[in-house]
């Protein structure tokens, strides 16, 4: 499969096919590559990266949310640095979020700009966060607060990675296709409510990127349309911060925000049942005060309203405006 994402002044590709993971120097062009993944991506995936290019160093940093801060940026342009990188040569990215994100931004920097691939390994890093060109590091304790918008010259996905992925892992990243489902494609929902989702991981992948390509390329900058991917984020964040970020993974709170967000009875049991089959979590024990006062707080609240993501039809999203006493009452059904 091969998309093709539009961006303002320039395009770039997203091919997925099984094993192109051995073939990345068949699409990577010319020039001089610098590798970058973690050590949580297990190394057979790194080691066939790294035999396509022998001549190119790989930068590996310790896994986790936990590093993508300034202190790995630096240590690895650094390494850029030091390994005689161009302006005319490429980053290549193998692994998940973080690595993306990392590896975007510091190809973002490096000599006021160098193109940069990304490979994502894991589910919610293929069907979100490797296009639509936000990079970032966390600094100061606030998640994604410095980065940048730069897109990657092109997106190498290969499903077979998959493989060595946990279960709890898989399904926190298709908690982002359910979103996406909901609020833009029926059919990707209905796919999760009537088929096994095992026997359709490439129809997931592709369903998702096509609707999340639809809303970049309507809405590179997030002006509009792009805030319909916070489908259950609202909430979500809440309860993240709520649980110190170590209770549940950022899809299992997506799972919950969503199911507090949606109003309407019938499709609320309908996503109830989805996320039960994908063992996300569905309720949770919390402080009602607690959150409403995050959700205040994070969103910045505009003159007492806060902007939610509603559905209550599988493919038709909406913006809403909630003052507290809306936000209150999502939370006490
Ligand atoms: N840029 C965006 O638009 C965007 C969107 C959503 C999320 N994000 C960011 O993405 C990050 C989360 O990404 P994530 O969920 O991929 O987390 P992650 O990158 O931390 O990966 C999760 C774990 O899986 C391991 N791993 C990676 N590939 C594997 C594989 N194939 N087999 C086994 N283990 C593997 C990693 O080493 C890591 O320990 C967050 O920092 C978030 O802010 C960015
Ligand atoms: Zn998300």
Request: overall charge negative; hydrophobic content about 40%.
């Amino acid at each position: 499969m091969k998309l093709t994402v539009h961006t303002k002044g320039s395009a770039y590709d997203i091919l997925m096919e099984h094993g192109i993971l051995h073939h990345a120097k068949d699409h990577a062009g010319s020039g001089h590559f610098f590798l970058i993944s973690d050590d949580g991506v297990p190394q057979c995936w790194r080691d066939i990266l790294q035999s396509q290019f022998p001549e190119s160093r790989m930068h590996v940093f310790s896994q986790g949310e936990a590093s993508k801060n300034f202190d790995t940026l630096q240590a690895v342009l650094g390494d850029m640095l030091d390994a005689g990188l161009s302006r005319r040569d490429t980053v290549i990215a193998l692994g998940g979020g973080v690595v993306g994100d990392l590896s975007g931004f510091a190809a973002s920097l490096y000599m006021r700009g160098i193109r940069y691939i990304n490979i994502p390994t894991t589910m919610l890093a293929m069907v979100d966060s490797s296009i639509g060109g936000k990079t970032a590091v966390d600094f100061h304790g606030v998640k994604n607060s410095v980065g940048s918008f730069w897109q990657p010259s092109l997106v190498l996905i290969d499903p077979e990675v998959l493989s060595t992925l946990s279960p709890r892992l898989l399904h926190e990243g298709l908690a982002e296709s359910v979103k996406m489902g909901l609020t833009h494609d029926a059919k990707l929902f209905e796919l999760f409510e009537q088929e096994d989702y095992e026997d359709h991981i490439d129809e997931i992948i592709e369903r998702s990127l096509r609707v999340k390509q639809g809303v970049v390329e309507r809405d590179e900058r997030e002006s509009g349309e792009r805030k319909m991917l916070n489908f259950g984020h609202t909430y979500g964040h809440a309860f993240e911060s709520y649980h110190h970020m170590n209770r549940f993974l950022h899809g299992e709170c997506v799972a919950l925000g969503m199911m507090k967000v949606i109003r309407n009875r019938e499709l609320k049991d309908r996503v109830k049942a989805v996320l039960e089959r994908l063992e996300l979590p569905v309720s949770c024990e919390y402080d009602p005060e607690e959150i409403v006062k995050l959700v205040m707080k994070d969103k910045k609240a505009d003159h007492g309203e806060v902007t939610f993501v509603q559905v209550d039809e599988p493919g038709n999203g909406y913006l809403v405006l909630w003052r507290e006493e809306d936000i209150r009452k999502g939370l006490e059904i």
